[in-house]
């Protein structure tokens, strides 16, 4: 089941409705915004994606606007500043993937220019080799994790059905996944 539905749900909900027509399956190029997306995707694990949603903003100002090199560089302060912040996640594992993650990005980037870069060097593949190369590369990386950071981020399709009125929009962004043989 994808989130496109509940497009009938999201088109009446502020919150859902916002996130459906300009951000769920719109390909993501930016490496911050890649890393805000994979961040929330692991936050949302045993949660509502509705609560990432309304924390989302507290999100990006206490991870400093997703900049990797900032959360890259995090110490002891910055993991206790987190677990004390009653905006987001205060869950430490969720907590130390952010900072782990950000530094294996760090790393990405000098291998392959950008995380997008490395995305597009990896892509494509189907859900089941992408689930297994983010496992051996981030931390806190499952199965639905992995699947909904590629469907969010334009790497796997599924985001929205064809008949759904933002599947044109999407197409017209020619989505990563458009260009490949599992999409």
Not at 51 to 76: C, M, N, P, S
Not at 90 to 119: D, M, P, T, Y
Not at 157 to 177: F, R
Request: proline share 5%.
């Amino acid at each position: 089941m994808t989130y496109c539905e509940y497009c009938k749900t999201a088109n009446a909900h502020p919150v859902h409705k916002q996130y459906h027509d300009t951000g769920y399956g719109f390909p993501l190029r930016d490496d911050n915004l890649l890393f805000e997306r994979l961040v929330l995707e692991i936050n949302q694990a045993g949660l509502s994606w509705e609560t990432i949603l309304k924390k989302q903003e507290h999100f990006r100002r206490a991870y400093d606007a997703f900049d990797i090199a900032t959360v890259a560089a995090y110490g002891a302060d910055d993991v206790n500043r987190l677990l004390s912040d009653v905006g987001i996640i205060r869950n430490r594992l969720k907590v130390n993937a952010a900072i782990e993650n950000a530094k294996i990005i760090v790393q990405l980037q000098e291998e392959h220019g950008s995380f997008a870069g490395w995305l597009n060097a990896n892509h494509p593949l189907p859900k089941e080799d992408w689930v297994k190369l983010f496992k051996k590369t981030f931390r806190f990386t499952g199965g639905e994790i992995v699947n909904e950071f590629l469907m969010s981020s334009g790497y796997l399709p599924g985001a929205h059905t064809p008949d759904c009125d933002i599947y044109p929009v999407i197409l017209a962004t020619q989505p990563p996944w458009l260009r490949s043989e599992f999409g």
